[in-house]
């Protein structure tokens, strides 16, 4: 009888790390899940972490770097009321991406049909892949693209709304007042991007550009 608890009580004892593990994998799977809502319906979380260096609490609370990835390796930040630690895991998540849905040429203005989205593993993506389907629209092509390839945010630009040397409408508002007049845009740019003008005095400002594409400053 003595011989089956110690055995018993060993086996428990090799068991209950696994188990610690376990949960903590089911916690952090949850966590993740949480912040790729939208994004992924998909996740599955595995700590790599070794088990002697686990918190010792029974519900750490986690966080991550507000510029850290959250999918492949990532380091987790776990808090117990007495100690924390730093966890290695690598997160599993699938959901959809963009990808190119024809062969586009390097310099091509994107239409709706030219790409589409695809489920798949997000963390084997390549760097930025592109996750919303509306960041795609009207953008430029910067290289060819092959049918089924991932579109990477560095593989587009937005379509310019003003280039340079075009004749551009600046309007300044302020408190209570607003202002207006025409200059000469110096840089192209983007909807949203900035864009410097040189005004007919020959002064040189700088605003936002709004979708009707004049140049927006507030003061």
Do not use: H
């Amino acid at each position: 009888m003595l011989t089956f608890k110690s055995g018993l009580a060993a086996t428990l004892l090799l068991l209950s790390p696994l188990a610690v593990a376990q949960d903590l994998n089911a916690q952090l799977t949850a966590f993740f899940a949480e912040r790729l809502a939208g994004f992924s319906d998909e996740v599955a979380v595995t700590v790599r972490t070794p088990p002697n260096l686990l918190p010792g609490c029974e519900q750490p609370s986690f966080s991550v770097s507000g510029s850290a990835k959250l999918w492949g390796n990532v380091s987790v930040q776990a808090r117990c009321p007495n100690e924390k630690r730093f966890l290695q895991v690598m997160v599993q998540a699938t959901g959809n991406y963009v990808v190119a849905a024809q062969s586009i040429a390097r310099g091509s203005v994107l239409q709706p049909g030219s790409v589409t989205l695809k489920r798949g593993r997000l963390d084997q993506l390549p760097p930025r892949t592109m996750l919303e389907i509306n960041q795609a629209q009207d953008a430029v092509s910067l290289r060819d693209l092959v049918p089924g390839q991932a579109v990477q945010l560095s593989m587009l630009r937005q379509a310019w709304r003003i280039k340079a040397g075009q004749r551009v409408m600046v309007i300044a508002n302020g408190d209570g007042f607003s202002v207006n007049g025409e200059g000469k845009a110096l840089n192209n740019a983007a909807v949203a991007q900035n864009a410097r003008v040189r005004m007919a005095s020959g002064q040189v400002v700088s605003g936002v550009v709004g979708s009707d594409g004049n140049i927006l400053i507030n003061l």
